[in-house]
């Protein structure tokens, strides 16, 4: 079983990798950290936004947007 912590260093060597296919460089240790955590924050917007939706779908809310 994976940690958390372990899923964050497979996420930020993915990002390495990524980053480094798109710009034929190695990245600084400061992109791959502001990408990383872009990148979470966006999953969690989305993510969080579809739960709620679905949230309020099941009680029969009307939806904020």
Do not use: N, W
Request: charged share 30%; hydrophobic share 40%; glycine share 4%.
């Amino acid at each position: 079983m994976t940690t958390t912590e372990q899923k964050q260093k497979i996420l930020k060597a993915k990002v390495a990798l990524a980053m480094q296919d798109e710009f034929g460089r190695v990245p600084k240790e400061a992109d791959i950290e502001y990408t990383f955590r872009l990148a979470r924050v966006l999953y969690k917007a989305v993510l969080g936004t579809h739960y709620i939706k679905r949230q309020q779908q099941k009680t029969g809310q009307l939806p904020l947007f």
